[in-house]
Structures are given as C-alpha cells and as structure tokens.
C-alpha cells in the first residue's frame, strides 16, 4: 500500500462528500471487499489513472442505453400532467413511450440541434406544439 488520500467535494445537493483512496500497487484487479465502508475505494495505479481522468472531467463517464431511458422515464414521470402530446402512450407503455422520445433528441442532436426551440411565428398546428414541448423536456 502506497497512500491514502482524501478527496472532498461538493455533491449536487450541496451537500459535503468525503472520499477516501488507498491506493495499492497490486490493487488493480483484485476482488472488491463487500466489508469497505461506503466511500472507501481500495485501487491500483490503472484504476486510479481511470478515477481521475473520470472526475477531472477528460473522458466522458459512459452510461447505458437503458441507464438513459431509466432516467429519461424519471424525468417524464416527475412532468406529468404538464405535456399532453406523450399522456397516452406514457400510460400504455412508459418504458416504449421514454426509449421512443429518447431516440428523436439523440437524432436531432446528431444533426446538429443545441437543445433550444423558439416557437415559430408561422406555424401553430400540433406538430409544432409536440417538438416544443419534448423540447422543453
């Protein structure tokens, strides 16, 4: 064992979090002891390389395809009631409903949308008032 070091950062909550790395030179594929407390990593050399390139924000953190649809279902469930256009297919199918509106912000990304609708002044029809609305999600 080489080290310990304590990290100490501020969590979206604002409340403090304390980290604690013991860093081992044979660490690096050893079994995760289930006895660690809560916070307490026991990493090698190349897992502390991947800890900090995470944290320091060089390589995105890769989630799942169903970890973004779990997330996105959270965040159509907490505006429920506030956009009609995905009412019904929300309350057949929720899983579906989210994977489907998910895919349609991942293409308009990929082709070049920034996140931002402005409401077009020549057009009002329902089409319209569906983008904005998932827009705004």
């Known amino acids: ?3 310990l070091f304590h990290i100490t950062g501020i969590e979206s909550d604002m409340t403090k979090t304390e980290r604690t790395i013991i860093l ?39 989630t799942s395809q169903l970890e973004r649809i779990a997330s996105f279902m959270a965040v ?22 989210a994977r489907r509106m998910l895919e349609w912000i991942d293409a308009w990304y990929l082709h070049g949308w920034n996140g931002e ?5 020549d057009s009002t029809g329902e089409k319209t008032t569906c983008i904005l609305e998932l827009a705004a999600l």
């Open 76 to 97: 159509l469930r907490e505006h429920r009631g506030e956009f009609s256009f995905y009412e019904e297919s929300w309350t057949r199918t929720p899983f579906n409903a």
């Open 117 to 121: 609708m402005e409401y077009p002044t």
């Open 24 to 62: 081992g030179i044979d660490f690096d594929g050893a079994p995760v002891q289930t006895s660690d407390p809560l916070f307490v990593n026991k990493i090698g050399p190349l897992t502390f390389l991947d800890f900090l390139e995470i944290h320091s924000g060089l390589i995105p953190v890769q």
């Open 1 to 3: 064992m080489i080290s």
